[in-house]
């Protein structure tokens, strides 16, 4: 039962965590709206080495995101993902994903982790997993919800700079309003 409505950067049960871990969590009835940036119902902002383990938002969960880096776990990660799976409705501007709004480090990694909810962005970079890769590794991962954005909308993805994506699958619906020459997978 979180409940938060907000009007401030870095959003959720955690709003900026520092090299930690946080595993074997389980959130149900949660609902989150920021009209912020940075914005997850587990944290807003996880950086250096920040690791998510055994993470689950249920379908009783919603989050809605009013500026840019909304994700169904955490707005920002700059760490590792590992067994995450995120069922609610994620909804937001620029960078959402199902479980990302963004994530980022050299060696980071998304690993055995799935979105079941359905994610929106009213602008750019959506993807089913996380809105903006910018390096690092997925695997072993999958999407099964629907995709909705302006442009670079991907069942993964939204967009990629580098890294390296192995192991995955979405079967999840990807519809871009504005263009059609950046949606698929990942871009």
Do not use: P
């Not at 079941?116 to 919800?145: E, M, P, R």
């Amino acid at each position: 039962n979180l409940y938060i409505n907000a009007s401030q950067t870095f959003m959720g049960l955690f709003g900026y965590t520092y090299q930690s871990t946080i595993k074997n969590l389980t959130f149900e009835n949660a609902n989150v709206t920021n009209t912020s940036w940075y914005t997850g119902i587990l944290v807003g902002y996880a950086v250096n080495g920040s690791t998510l383990q055994n993470i689950k938002i249920s379908e009783t969960c919603q989050i809605k995101g009013g500026g840019n880096y909304t994700g169904g776990i955490a707005g920002i990660l700059y760490g590792n993902a590992y067994n995450c799976v995120n069922y609610a409705t994620v909804q937001g501007k620029e960078r959402v994903g199902g479980l990302l709004g963004y994530c980022t480090a050299k060696y980071s990694s998304i690993t055995t982790c799935a979105n079941y909810g359905n994610v929106t962005a009213t602008s750019k970079d959506a993807g089913g997993l996380v809105g903006n890769f910018a390096s690092g590794t997925i695997q072993d991962c999958a999407n099964y919800g629907d995709v909705k954005g302006t442009n670079h909308v991907a069942g993964l993805a939204g967009y990629v700079s580098s890294g390296k994506i192995q192991n995955v699958f979405s079967y999840g619906n990807v519809s871009a309003t504005n263009s059609t020459q950046y949606i698929g997978m990942a871009f």
